[in-house]
């Protein structure tokens, strides 16, 4: 490392102000601070120095979403095996996993991260890492059968109206990933939503040929729900009854790294105790979406009305949106009690829009960026309230 610090040192001057390269300075910058933690300090003004810097806090959140990410592969290759009928060992079904989550990852980091190195470019400014972690939300968050062309406009769209336009990372109102899959869920409904979208029936590279099983189904558990008019038993792909433990470890169809709810109980360990994420938005959000659910259950007589509160957590997005994408320090609220409605009332619009929503099972994605909306309106509130609060104390004494 040290023979490449010095090789960095040596061409640096090229990409300054004057240098041969400069108009390159921002790609040049962008590459260094990935490799090397920056030892400039501020020279005026008050700062908080904190070895925890934005590159640091965007390491964790990968790694705790790692997990998933690789879950999601082996799922997309067992999803892919089960529908035809075949059981392949580990590695088999590992690979033909890798091999279609891989161009997803690829198509997201290279779109995404192409269009912020243009922007840095233009504007003179530093690139920042904001989107390493929105890159590896995007593969996790759709199906695995959405082609890579809409992958890239959906993306694309994404980071230009969504973060962008408000100023880039930081000054986004909505989670990026979510905005993604939003533009895909409107503009291409058909393949973010129904039978066979989430299960992969071809081939990759020649791994996985065969004949599609006459019972594969393909529907999400949330999908069967969603459809049944009467008392619904959950299944998966060729028809077996799915059992809480397997909807706990997410051997079930769905979005890639959204199914294993160990995995990303794993990745919320991880967020927690490194500080990253907050834990109150993480439990507010389930309080909500249990609270909410165990009331339809009282009430209720249809069959997503009748689902128990511990399975609307295990199904579906609920988890990994409260986990990841709910915890966006950015689009969520910052005061304590902000955070506490703000999750609250994700999980109980989720759990609502799932119920009430036949045609919409999944309430998750329009839930957080509907609260994405309000978080700066809920923050408001409570810090006049506390303004209201204080004055009041002072004009006791």
Not at 91 to 96: A, N, P
Not at 199 to 225: C, E, N, W, Y
Request: aromatic letters at 12%.
């Amino acid at each position: 490392m040290n023979f490449l610090r010095k090789y960095i040192d040596k061409i640096k001057p090229n990409f300054e102000q004057g240098g041969r390269w400069h108009t390159f300075r921002s790609v040049f910058e962008g590459l260094e601070t990935f490799l090397f933690v920056p030892n400039t300090t501020s020279k005026t003004g008050v700062h908080i120095h904190d070895a925890n810097d934005s590159k640091r806090t965007m390491t964790i959140v990968i790694i705790a979403l790692l997990p998933c990410l690789l879950f999601g592969m082996y799922n997309a290759g067992y999803q892919h095996y089960q529908a035809l009928g075949q059981y392949p060992d580990f590695q088999t079904t590992f690979l033909f996993g890798f091999l279609s989550v891989m161009p997803i990852v690829i198509v997201s980091y290279l779109v995404g991260l192409g269009i912020e190195f243009t922007v840095a470019q233009l504007k003179g400014e530093e690139i920042q890492e904001g989107f390493l972690v929105s890159g590896l939300l995007i593969p996790l968050v759709v199906s695995i059968d959405t082609p890579l062309w809409m992958i890239a406009v959906a993306t694309a769209f994404a980071v230009i109206f969504a973060k962008e336009a408000f100023g880039g990372t930081g000054f986004n109102v909505w989670n990026v990933a979510l905005v993604t899959r939003a533009f895909l869920f409107f503009a291409y409904p058909s393949k973010i939503s129904g039978e066979s979208v989430f299960v992969r029936t071809d081939s990759v590279l020649g791994f996985g040929a065969g004949k599609i099983t006459d019972a594969f189904s393909g529907a999400t558990p949330l999908g069967q729900i969603g459809t049944a008019t009467q008392s619904v038993q959950i299944t998966d792909t060729i028809g077996n009854t799915l059992s809480q433990w397997d909807m706990f470890l997410g051997l079930i169809p769905g979005s890639i790294g959204e199914t294993s709810k160990l995995c990303i109980l794993i990745g919320a360990i991880i967020l927690i105790t490194t500080g990253i994420a907050n834990w109150r938005i993480m439990l507010s959000v389930f309080v909500g979406g249990v609270v909410t659910a165990q009331i339809f259950n009282v009430i209720g007589t249809t069959p997503s009305m009748q689902i128990p509160p511990f399975e609307h957590i295990l199904l579906g997005g609920f988890a990994f949106g409260a986990v990841f994408m709910a915890t966006d320090p950015v689009t969520s609220c910052r005061t304590r009690n902000g955070k506490y409605i703000f999750g609250f009332l994700t999980g109980t619009l989720a759990i609502l829009i799932r119920i009430l929503n036949p045609g919409y099972p999944e309430g998750m994605m329009l839930a957080i960026l509907l609260m994405n909306s309000f978080a700066p309106l809920i923050d408001h509130v409570v810090v006049e309230g506390n303004v209201k609060r204080r004055l009041k104390r002072i004009n006791k004494r």
